[in-house]
């Protein structure tokens, strides 16, 4: 099954997986939440994913607010397509990539996930616990 992640913010990463391995992915950066959609519309499109997962906001205020609409746009391009859209916890992601270890830097992310940006490392991980736990719960 073909997951597609999303990490949110200004800077953002995608990922695509598919039988637990990353097929590809990319980092960018918009201006405008008319730019942000129209790049999901292009991604989610060019994709084809069968299930898209993003984390669930979890920071300080003006982070939260700001991801929830990023999220609220992915969710919104995922209905429109008819594409099941689902909201992971961090720290459960964490957690799953990095067994037993309390504190995670970006580079860790990094080292073990690939990707030329700490969003896109954070994307390729989303995508393969997408793929271990979506996928295998169906």
């Given at each position: 099954?073909k997951?597609?992640?999303?990490?949110?913010?200004?800077?953002?990463?995608?990922a695509?997986?598919?039988?637990?391995?990353i097929?590809?992915?990319?980092?960018?950066v918009f201006?405008?939440?008319?730019?942000?959609?129209?790049?999901?519309?292009r991604?989610?499109?060019?994709?084809?994913?069968?299930?898209?997962?993003?984390a669930?906001?979890?920071?300080?205020?003006?982070?939260?607010?700001?991801?929830?609409?990023?999220i609220?746009?992915i969710?919104?391009?995922?209905?429109?397509r008819?594409?099941?859209a689902?909201?992971?916890?961090?720290s459960?992601i964490?957690?799953?990539?990095?067994?037993?270890?309390?504190?995670v830097?970006k580079?860790?992310?990094?080292d073990?996930?690939?990707?030329?940006?700490?969003?896109e490392?954070?994307?390729?991980?989303?995508?393969?616990?997408?793929?271990?736990?979506?996928?295998?719960k169906?």
């Open positions: 099954m997951i597609l992640a999303f990490d949110v913010g200004k800077k953002n990463g995608c695509v997986s598919n039988n637990g391995k097929l590809e992915s990319i980092h960018f201006r405008s939440h008319k730019q942000y959609y129209d790049a999901l519309c991604i989610i499109d060019q994709c084809k994913p069968e299930v898209i997962v993003t669930k906001p979890n920071r300080f205020y003006n982070t939260i607010f700001s991801h929830a609409q990023y609220s746009l969710q919104l391009v995922a209905e429109q008819g594409i099941s689902f909201l992971l916890l961090d459960e964490k957690s799953w990539a990095f067994p037993k270890q309390k504190k830097t580079q860790e992310v990094i073990k996930y690939g990707g030329a940006t700490e969003d490392a954070d994307a390729r991980m989303m995508a393969l616990f997408g793929d271990a736990k979506i996928v295998t169906k």
